[in-house]
């Protein structure tokens, strides 16, 4: 009997879960613009082929930003 190989789809998300509070005591002119939350994936960029029980390094620059929560979602590709 033949094992069937189901092809798989991976997701990578990355959810931006930004808190930012901003008080203000006194003179308002001294207060200083902050950078808005952000966040740039480096690495897994797109395009790459990654293959199942492999390890890869996932790598980002963030801005404002206190937590990450990295999720791995899979779908089949065929229905079976």
Known sequence: MQ????RMSILLMVA???SVSVFVFGDVSKVQAQEPPSIAVLSPNGG???????T???TWEQVGIKKI???LIS???NNS
């Open 3 to 6: 094992s069937l190989k189901k």
């Open 16 to 18: 931006i879960l930004a």
């Open 48 to 54: 790459e082929k990654l293959e199942a029980g492999k």
């Open 56 to 58: 890869y390094t996932i």
């Open 69 to 71: 929560d990295i999720q």
């Open 75 to 77: 779908k089949s590709l």
